[in-house]
């Protein structure tokens, strides 16, 4: 039998009170000292910078004298212990403790569970309840629960189930995370006693109730129970469906855990930039402003240091405006990091939770064997992934280009080699979706990034394919413009664009970042194709009719004989 989930509830519930005046009597001491070992240690503590903790607070034990000091340094020492899983150290840090009596209670406890000495951890839990069960339900309802886990690892049933009723009896209705976590742990105690008619209703309740809760670890738990349950009935199809959902939910926890954490060091560092610059802009003003009443007072009298004045004040106004160069491109750049955000945020929330959709779609199709179902669901999750895959491309290049790390080699390249390339990596996808394309290509130089036209031109193919919406045909023609520009010209045959936003369109090319409105619906890719084409001296265009197709015009610096 693979084993089933219990769930521990933190201690940190447990002792609230105690914990909150063990902070307020460390934050006293350190208020007016921050140097000394004690204080560095509580400080890593804060900081969560446990190895530094450790070491700081081992020193400080050596030395520290007073009592309520020596108290709080055992207790952070133990929560370091304890997260590094050596839970002997802990216990001998909190039997040193003379001080936070009631902490110092809970804490045994759950170090005796950890090190599976039940008997001790039932010992201090009930000595805790000896003193506080008329404390606030809250912390008895955590103690009864996990009393009742320690009772359920000694196999003793009879008394796990009544702590588990006592814990039941202090949930609130709306307190649906406990109602879970207790059902799972009651359906586990009957479990092992295969009592498996009491026991899997628990297990199938708990996990409805995860399906309507926002706690992605609890539904994850409860669904991996199911599918042990079903695996253990010899039910191996239903076992899977809930196998794989328990790995959805494990890879979803993962992802959402690793961007806020990016997310979060993304804006800690964008903010500790602006504070430095913001610091140096004020210590150079208030250097300028000492310099300038140096000036006034001295001019007074020390004629004869005129010309040199004057040489020092047109440094310092080339400095200023050097500084205000800095600050308008800092704003820039902080404007840019927004927009990035606004668009990932703003163009994946949508295919996202199309996404989930989909998946919930494929699974109901699995359980009804619906294969015309599944395919459909499959190769709409597939648009929706190429879809999701181009805007993160194009976020990149964007990203790329507005922090200089695009790299640009401007040579000469031969159109027509070029759109043949593009044309063959499009050729299994144009087939697929039964759209002809038509090619004149003039073998004509152009002067131009290559890899940045690929960029504009994949990204225009994109989007024709896009609103194509079934059959249709894409013409695609390269020639002299005039005598200084070649022309690249995409015509498709597809929805066109109406006249408003074929405005907007063609008025990207007088738009800085700092003017863009993405509330009027123009999507990064043409503002990347706009900004690509500039940057290589050209120009690009967009005519359109709607129902009758588009045609996008990119003109280019031409090769001189």
């Given at each position: 039998m693979i084993r089933l989930t219990i769930l521990l509830f933190s201690v940190?519930?447990?002792?609230?009170?105690?914990?909150k005046k063990l902070r307020s009597d460390a934050e006293i001491i350190c208020k007016s000292n921050t140097v000394d070992l004690f204080c560095k240690s509580y400080s890593f503590y804060q900081q969560k910078k446990y190895d530094s903790c450790f070491l700081y607070s081992s020193k400080a034990l050596l030395l520290e004298t007073e009592e309520r000091k020596k108290s709080i340094l055992h207790y952070i020492q133990s929560v370091v212990a304890l997260r590094k899983g050596m839970n002997s150290k802990a216990l001998d840090n909190i039997k040193s403790m003379r001080s936070y009596l009631g902490l110092k209670t809970m804490k045994l406890g759950r170090i005796y569970l950890g090190l599976k000495k039940y008997d001790s951890a039932i010992f201090f839990f009930n000595k805790w309840l000896d003193h506080n069960e008329k404390f606030d339900s809250e912390y008895v309802k955590t103690v009864y629960h996990n009393i009742a886990l320690t009772y359920l690892h000694?196999?003793?049933?009879?008394l796990s189930k009544e702590y588990f009723d006592k814990e039941l009896a202090l949930i609130k209705k709306k307190d649906t995370f406990s109602t879970i976590r207790t059902k799972i742990n009651m359906a586990n105690a009957y479990y092992v006693q295969y009592k498996d008619n009491i026991a899997i209703p628990l297990f199938r309740e708990a996990y409805e109730l995860s399906k309507k809760y926002s706690d992605f670890n609890l539904r994850r738990d409860a669904t991996k129970?199911?599918?042990?349950?079903?695996?253990?009935?010899?039910?191996?199809?239903?076992?899977?469906?809930?196998?794989?959902?328990?790995?959805?939910?494990?890879?979803?926890?993962?992802?959402?855990?690793?961007?806020?954490e990016l997310t979060e060091k993304d804006k800690q560092i964008a903010v500790a930039q602006k504070q430095q610059e913001i610091t140096l802009q004020d210590e150079e003003l208030k250097?300028?402003?000492?310099?300038?009443?140096?000036?006034?007072?001295g001019a007074s009298g020390l004629v004869v240091f005129i010309g040199f004045l004057g040489f020092l004040y047109r440094k310092l106004k080339k400095q200023n405006y050097l500084i205000t160069k800095q600050k308008e491109d800092l704003n820039l750049a902080n404007k840019t990091k927004d927009y990035l955000f606004s668009v990932v945020s703003?163009?994946?929330?949508?295919?996202?939770n199309t996404i989930k959709s989909q998946h919930i779609d494929l699974s109901n199709h699995i359980e009804s064997k619906n294969f015309e179902g599944i395919k459909k669901a499959n190769e709409a999750a597939i648009v929706i992934t190429d879809s999701t895959s181009h805007l993160l491309n194009n976020v990149l290049h964007w990203s790329l280009e507005q922090s200089n790390q695009l790299v640009f080699d401007t040579k000469e390249y031969a159109l027509r080699p070029l759109i043949q390339h593009i044309l063959h990596d499009y050729e299994t996808l144009l087939n697929a979706r039964e759209i002809t394309v038509t090619s004149e290509l003039e073998n004509i130089l152009a002067d131009f990034d290559k890899e940045s036209i690929k960029i504009v031109l994949r990204n225009l193919l994109d989007n024709a394919l896009k609103y194509m919406g079934g059959k249709g045909q894409v013409t695609i023609k390269t020639g002299e413009h005039s005598d200084t520009k070649a022309f690249i010209i995409l015509e498709d045959t597809g929805q066109g664009i109406t006249k408003e936003k074929l405005q907007k369109i063609n008025s990207l090319?007088?738009?800085?970042?700092?003017?863009?409105?993405?509330?009027?619906?123009?999507?990064?890719?043409?503002?990347?194709?706009?900004?690509?084409?500039?940057?290589?001296?050209?120009?690009?265009?967009?005519?359109?009719?709607?129902?009758?197709?588009?045609?996008?015009?990119?003109?280019?610096?031409k090769v001189i004989d």
């Open positions: 940190s519930l447990w002792s609230q009170e105690g914990l000694k196999k003793e049933f009879t129970n199911m599918a042990v349950i079903e695996k253990d009935r010899k039910n191996f199809e239903k076992s899977l469906q809930y196998f794989d959902e328990y790995d959805k939910l494990r890879d979803s926890i993962w992802d959402r855990d690793n961007i806020v250097r300028q402003q000492l310099v300038q009443n140096g000036l006034l007072v703003h163009d994946l929330r949508s295919p996202m090319k007088d738009l800085s970042i700092d003017k863009i409105d993405r509330s009027k619906g123009v999507g990064l890719g043409l503002l990347l194709c706009q900004t690509l084409v500039k940057k290589n001296n050209g120009s690009i265009t967009f005519e359109s009719e709607l129902g009758k197709g588009t045609k996008i015009t990119i003109l280019l610096p």
